[in-house]
């Protein structure tokens, strides 16, 4: 072999095992050691990486509780059970978590009770899209789009479209992450205790004669729940909104709503829940 190439091999071999060697002692001068609390708290955290913390993903919500920044009740997937366990780890108390919320879709009105448009939508099956695009295949400008980015949006596959046109929450599968509600441009999703039983299920502010013309179940402002509400239920922008802290559901006329926008619904039956008996 040619000594010119074994020098140059030999050169080569010393410099790798010169950077090599460097390397690995400045690894080990410049290690960042992982905070143990930060460690132990993203091992009991769901590992989903959904954001619904409201930080970037389950390792960075660890690193907010450990810094103090972020509650241990924060993250809603893992609900309570996680609350605990996080707690125990950094070693506070963690206060009874709230009752579980879930999806509310607050408008009926599918394919069978809104009235669509005289012409087709040809475009993106998106929700965000036809809104962009033509506002959707529905006169009502204000109800469900029914392209279902809520359903493709939910990582946990709780949320599916029904025969109608209209998103249906899974309760099993939910996590209350209200990652749905972001994802609807219509803003007709809303986060809900999951014992509430009254909603107005209608966003559209149309006059009275219009809302009616564009969909059969529409709020039509008329006004008879919120006279019999004490403050309960206000008219604002031609349809009824709920005060929860003010509503008292045995004084609201559901029978009197013609259209059947604002309902009291039966847990059982809506969601499989089985409520106590007195």
Same mark, same amino acid.
């Given at each position: 072999? *040619?000594?010119?190439?074994?020098?140059?091999?030999?050169?080569?071999?010393?410099?790798?095992?010169?950077?090599?060697?460097?390397?690995?002692?400045?690894?080990?001068?410049?290690?960042?050691?992982?905070?143990?609390?930060?460690?132990?708290?993203?091992?009991?955290?769901?590992?989903?990486? &959904?954001?619904?913390?409201?930080?970037?993903? $389950?390792? =960075?919500?660890?690193?907010?509780?450990?810094?103090?920044?972020?509650?241990? /009740?924060? &993250?809603?997937?893992?609900?309570? =059970? /996680?609350?605990? *366990?996080?707690?125990?780890?950094?070693?506070? *108390?963690?206060?009874?978590?709230?009752?579980?919320?879930?999806?509310?879709?607050?408008?009926?009105?599918?394919?069978? *009770?809104?009235?669509?448009?005289?012409?087709?939508?040809?475009?993106?099956?998106s929700c965000s899209a036809m809104e962009i695009v033509s506002g959707g295949e529905k006169q009502c400008l204000y109800g469900c789009l029914g392209a279902g980015d809520c359903v493709d949006a939910c990582p946990f596959d709780a949320?599916?479209?029904?025969?109608?046109?209209?998103?249906?929450?899974?309760?099993?599968? &939910?996590?209350?992450?209200?990652?749905?509600?972001?994802? &609807?441009?219509?803003? %007709? %999703?809303?986060?809900?205790?999951?014992?509430?039983?009254?909603?107005?299920?209608?966003?559209?502010?149309?006059?009275?004669?219009?809302?009616?013309?564009?969909?059969?179940?529409?709020?039509?402002? $008329?006004?008879? $729940?919120?006279?019999?509400?004490?403050?309960?239920?206000? %008219?604002?922008?031609?349809?009824g909104v709920i005060n929860y802290s003010l509503l008292d559901d045995t004084k609201i006329p559901f029978e009197k709503c013609k259209s059947g926008a604002i309902q009291k619904i039966d847990l059982e039956l809506d969601l499989g %829940?089985?409520?106590?008996?007195?």
């Amino acid at each position: 072999m *040619e000594p010119t190439l074994i020098l140059a091999i030999a050169t080569m071999g010393g410099l790798g095992l010169f950077f090599a060697a460097g390397l690995a002692i400045a690894d080990k001068k410049l290690a960042v050691e992982d905070n143990p609390f930060v460690v132990k708290i993203n091992e009991v955290l769901p590992g989903v990486n &959904c954001g619904a913390c409201g930080k970037a993903g $389950c390792y =960075d919500f660890a690193v907010n509780v450990a810094e103090g920044t972020a509650s241990v /009740t924060g &993250c809603p997937v893992g609900g309570s =059970d /996680t609350a605990k *366990e996080i707690a125990m780890i950094m070693g506070v *108390e963690a206060a009874d978590s709230e009752v579980k919320t879930i999806p509310r879709i607050l408008c009926k009105g599918g394919n069978s *009770e809104a009235v669509n448009k005289m012409v087709d939508y040809y475009g993106p099956l998106s929700c965000s899209a036809m809104e962009i695009v033509s506002g959707g295949e529905k006169q009502c400008l204000y109800g469900c789009l029914g392209a279902g980015d809520c359903v493709d949006a939910c990582p946990f596959d709780a949320l599916v479209m029904n025969d109608n046109g209209i998103p249906e929450v899974v309760p099993d599968l &939910c996590t209350s992450c209200g990652i749905c509600v972001k994802s &609807c441009p219509r803003d %007709i %999703i809303e986060m809900h205790p999951i014992d509430q039983t009254v909603f107005v299920f209608c966003k559209n502010q149309d006059d009275p004669k219009t809302a009616k013309e564009v969909c059969n179940v529409s709020c039509i402002a $008329c006004g008879i $729940c919120a006279r019999k509400s004490d403050g309960g239920i206000e %008219i604002i922008n031609n349809v009824g909104v709920i005060n929860y802290s003010l509503l008292d559901d045995t004084k609201i006329p559901f029978e009197k709503c013609k259209s059947g926008a604002i309902q009291k619904i039966d847990l059982e039956l809506d969601l499989g %829940i089985k409520m106590k008996k007195n």
